[in-house]
């Protein structure tokens, strides 16, 4: 017979019925204590690991801050108005080519621009017969508009002068008329009332005729008004209606767009070339004859005119061309393209009158030459400027450029406050 163990001999009924209820308590005051350790436990960890982001994270990020490479900001300083120092011996400053800016003779072009042919003097079919060919009928209309005017005033003209003489004409016959009647008065043979009337005639006359002249004069006045708009309206064409007058037998009316912010790089009598689409193989010379008084509201351009003669006649108007400005024999002044920084509408170099010190200075550019680019203003032969790598240093300009702005604007905005307290 198998010996049970103590642990597992059977329970009377009556020993369940009294101890159940002591042991199930029993267990489920273990489950709720075991259940308030576990969340007490998890408390202390979630608490533990949120100081140590709070405070800890702190410190070690400021450690690693100390441990890392000194920032960039530390190796390129602000040293000035627009000027900024770069430490020697850093990464920064072996990646930064510093050269010069050379003169050289050129007789390229200064600018290059897009244009067409406008107008073309075509002869007629007889020697005295020559005709005006236009691009667009807009300009063919507002061309015959506008000589129509010019006959219209030269008109006017003549007739303001005959309207002034035939009124001294009248007021002359009448003066004489009341000197004699005046005389018949006298001698007795004619009455006071018929010299009245006369000398009434003679008022009437100057005023009539004042008023004449003064009708005429605003006739002449809305004419040369009308042609002043008119020769606008082929202003803003593009063309220069003296031009019209002035090239006769010079040959085709080429005009140019040149943008409003180059507008100061053209002169009257600058050399150019042209050479057209559809002739690629010509080169046509000219020089700038004239230089449109408005700007294009549309497309912001400045219309620059110039005559090129065409003794074989294969120019036709509408023709489309690219313009180059400038090609006098100049010396000119040449850095590399890389080291030209455009920040907002303008153009900058950095200049190094010492070493680890660049000065930023606005420049004018004109085309690339190769990898090099013509600087029209703002340096001089000689001057130590930045070439490659000169981009890496962009942010810091901008930077340097803002902070230098923002003085003037400050005291710009507290005069405007003073001012308002006056």
Not at 173 to 190: I, N
Not at 379 to 394: E, P
């Amino acid at each position: 017979m198998t010996n049970a163990h103590p642990d597992t001999q059977p329970v009377s009924a009556s020993d369940r019925s009294h101890s159940s209820p002591s042991k199930v308590r029993l267990r489920a005051f273990r489950e709720r204590v075991s259940l308030a350790v576990q969340v007490t436990l998890s408390l202390a960890i979630a608490g533990g690991v949120l100081v140590y982001l709070i405070y800890g994270g702190k410190n070690a990020s400021f450690l690693d801050e100390e441990k890392r490479p000194s920032r960039p900001e530390e190796v390129v300083q602000i040293a000035g108005p627009s000027a900024i120092r770069i430490q020697s011996g850093t990464a920064m400053d072996s990646e930064l080519h510093v050269t010069t800016a050379r003169a050289t003779w050129l007789t390229s072009p200064i600018l290059s621009v897009t244009g067409s042919a406008l107008a073309s003097l075509r002869p007629g079919k007889e020697a005295s017969q020559d005709a005006w060919q236009f691009a667009t009928s807009d300009l063919l209309s507002a061309f015959s508009d506008w000589q129509k005017a010019g006959k219209d005033i030269q008109f006017q003209e003549t007739q303001l002068k005959a309207v002034r003489e035939l009124n001294e004409s009248k007021i002359d016959a009448q003066k004489k008329v009341v000197a004699r009647m005046e005389k018949l008065v006298a001698a007795g043979t004619d009455t006071q009332k018929d010299l009245a009337v006369e000398q009434t005639n003679l008022i009437q006359y100057e005023i009539q005729g004042r008023k004449d002249i003064h009708d005429q004069e605003q006739t002449v006045y809305l004419a040369h008004r009308t042609e002043a708009t008119l020769a606008r309206q082929l202003q803003q064409s593009g063309l220069e209606p003296t031009m019209l007058r002035s090239a006769a037998t010079e040959g085709d009316i080429v005009v140019a767009e040149v943008p409003e912010r180059l507008m100061d790089l053209v002169k009257i009598g600058m050399k150019c070339e042209v050479r057209f689409y559809a002739l690629p193989k010509r080169v046509f010379t000219a020089k700038v004859s004239g230089i449109s008084p408005v700007i294009s509201k549309e497309k912001r351009v400045l219309n620059v005119q110039f005559v090129v003669k065409d003794p074989h006649d294969v120019i036709r108007p509408g023709m489309f061309a690219q313009i180059g400005l400038g090609t006098d024999r100049r010396q000119s002044l040449l850095m590399p393209a890389d080291g030209v920084l455009h920040i907002g509408d303008n153009d900058y170099a950095l200049f190094g009158p010492e070493p680890g010190t660049w000065q930023i200075v606005e420049v004018q550019i004109g085309e690339l030459r190769g990898t090099d680019v013509e600087v029209l203003s703002g340096l001089k032969a000689g001057d130590r400027v930045l070439g490659q790598g000169a981009i890496l240093l962009k942010p810091v300009v901008v930077r340097c450029l803002q902070s230098a702005d923002s003085p003037s604007k400050g005291a710009a905005a507290s005069n405007g406050r003073r001012g308002n307290h006056r």
